[in-house]
């Protein structure tokens, strides 16, 4: 019995000891070897991260006016885990959120530790909810982008969507030098998610935005898209764009279309009218290709301004007949007089002595059929088929402005070439890139491009002038005080319900530059009116004079001292 005893005690003790060393090596296991990442686990649970949005930059004119900015505010959110009373939480904010109670009680009593309750919450608000010490109540930068000139300029600035990025015009294009960086601030919170004042606190600062200056005029760009509108309502213009470039820099000192809209609500704007037509739609120019043309013609040497050209009232091209505006007997054009008077026949005679091929040749060196590289997204390239396909009838109807699709910006940039004495310098829209730290980066001057040579330039001007002189097709394009060049164009309009021509309506177009005796603008209107039969020196070109006239007066162009040329239009 005794040994028997003695035996168990001896097991007893075997097995108190043998526990104790468990326990004691679970306990170094614990502390020692797992101890890190059970206080790191702790102290996770504990912690809490907050992005911290950076500041979106600025979009400004070229004198510094802001066309687009944000203001500080903030996304309340919470952590339903920590709210007690989900419904008393939600009654203390449905008036200072502007939320239904019963949305912000169904949120708050979700599983999970983060739902948003409202977005875009001005700084006064949330500072009156922190007030109240509302547990499992956060809040998140979310900072709302405002556009203070409304639809002026618009098209051309964009805007950006509900997650903040750009979405259209320079906002899309700029994105990320205007978004920043964003930061994020990792701090300790308690047990209602409140932080804790002498806890960690571990914060990356975001980087703000930069500012994109553009080459815009806001006050000019206020006057074109007033210009627009009344065109658009005038109950034939279903849509109208205008570009005012710079001749000597190519920049963009206004663009416009009419619809247009404004930024700040473009959500309330059909989808289809959030683009930028200026750039984007394509349209048959009509005579103002002409220029192209003539100045083909004088380039290669096939013509001069005062050369005569025994011109019918019709041409056979192919099997097709191309007339003049009105069928007549046999006129004694001069070349000027050909543009002046807009002749179809005897644009495609001068057209056929340079040749299909060489024609190609310098439509494409003028930027027809190419997009210009503007700095913004959704441009076009337009419409050029290559010469070794023209039938003879394309052949003929490319020379006058029809069987080609350009953009506004394109016909801007031609007219450019030749006010610039031949040399096409592609339009901007951006002058500069001004980072946080107040870096600036000057976008540079894209190289010229010499197209013609300057004394054909100087000749097309010259011819141009009659336009919208005595016998030319544009009295209404003249400027008080200015010499003015300019071509108009009427092209027909495509008609949808057929795919043909007939009963389309037309593109009415005026484009040209002043003064032309020292060019600063060039000013391109271009008009869709699908029921209207108006030439464009009817209707395109009194927009344009009105734009051209404020252009120069409000930059200061002294009028011309020269007397226009008496020009020469027929010979018996």
């Known amino acids: 019995m005794k040994v028997a005893r003695e035996q168990r005690n001896r097991w007893g003790l075997l097995f108190m000891i043998t526990l104790l060393v468990v326990v004691v090596g679970k306990l170094v296991v614990l502390q020692g070897v797992d101890g890190a990442a059970y206080a790191q686990a702790a102290e996770d649970s504990r912690m809490r991260t907050f992005p911290i949005t950076a500041v979106r930059g600025e979009i ?29 939480t939600a009654l203390a904010l449905t008036t200072l959120l502007d939320v239904p109670a019963s949305d912000l009680t169904e949120k708050l009593s979700r599983d999970g530790r983060y739902v948003v309750l409202a977005d875009r919450v001005s700084t006064d608000v949330t500072d009156r909810i922190r007030d109240l010490g509302l547990a499992g109540i956060g809040y998140e930068d979310d900072p709302v982008r405002l556009y203070p000139a409304g639809a002026v300029g618009g098209q051309v600035v964009g805007f950006v969507g509900t997650e903040g990025a750009g979405l259209a015009g320079i906002e899309q294009t700029f994105q990320d030098q205007l978004a920043g960086t964003d930061g994020k601030e990792r701090m300790e919170v308690d047990g209602r998610g409140n932080p804790i004042p002498s806890g960690i606190d571990d914060t990356t600062p975001a980087t703000d935005g930069a500012t994109v200056a553009l080459t815009l005029d806001e006050d000019l760009q206020f006057v074109v898209q007033q210009r627009l509108d009344a065109a658009c309502a005038d109950g034939a213009t279903s849509s109208a764009s205008a570009v005012v470039l710079d001749v000597h820099t190519g920049e963009v000192a206004a663009m416009a279309s009419c619809p247009g809209y404004d930024p700040g609500h473009y959500n309330e704007t059909d989808p289809d009218l959030l683009g930028n037509r200026a750039v984007s739609d394509v349209y048959e120019p009509g005579s103002v290709m002409k220029a192209v043309t003539l100045a083909a013609a004088i380039e290669e040497g096939k013509a001069e301004p005062d050369s005569v050209l025994q011109v019918p009232g019709h041409i056979q091209a192919g099997d097709a007949v191309v007339t003049d505006a009105h069928d007549h007997p046999v006129i004694g054009f001069t070349v000027t007089g050909v543009l002046a008077q807009s002749s179809n026949v005897g644009a495609i005679m001068l057209a056929r002595e340079v040749g ?36 003879q009838s394309r052949a003929a109807n490319i020379p006058i402005g029809q069987g080609v699709s350009v953009t506004t910006l394109q016909m801007a940039s031609v007219y450019q070439t030749l006010a610039n004495g031949g040399v096409r310098i592609p339009p901007r829209v951006v002058s500069s890139v001004t980072a946080a730290d107040g870096t600036v980066t000057d976008t540079a001057r894209p190289a010229g491009t010499r197209v013609v040579s300057e004394p ?11 336009v919208v002189g005595k016998g030319g097709t544009a009295p209404l394009g003249e400027v008080d005080g200015f010499r003015v060049v300019g071509k108009t164009g009427t092209a027909q309009r495509a008609n949808p319900d057929c795919s043909c021509y007939t009963g389309g309506g037309f593109f009415t177009t005026f484009v040209g530059y ?38 120069l007066t409000a930059g200061g162009v002294v009028p011309s001292g020269s007397p226009r040329p008496d020009f020469t239009l027929r010979v018996p």
């Open 356 to 391: 299909d091929e060489k024609l190609e040749h310098y439509l494409r060196a003028f930027g027809i059929g190419s997009k210009t590289g503007v700095e913004l997204p959704g441009e076009s390239s337009g419409i050029l088929q290559d010469s070794a396909d023209w039938t």
């Open 60 to 88: 400004t004119d070229r004198a510094g006016k802001v066309l687009a900015y944000s203001v500080d505010a903030e996304r309340v959110v919470a952590d339903p885990s920590v709210v007690a009373d989900p419904a008393r």
């Open 456 to 466: 054909t330039a100087d000749k097309l001007t010259y011819m141009l002038e009659a």
């Open 514 to 551: 002043a003064p032309a005796d020292d060019p600063q603008y060039v000013v391109a209107v271009d008009l869709e009116r699908p029921t209207s039969s108006a030439e464009g020196g009817q209707v395109a070109a009194p927009v344009f004079a009105d734009v051209m006239r404020y252009a």
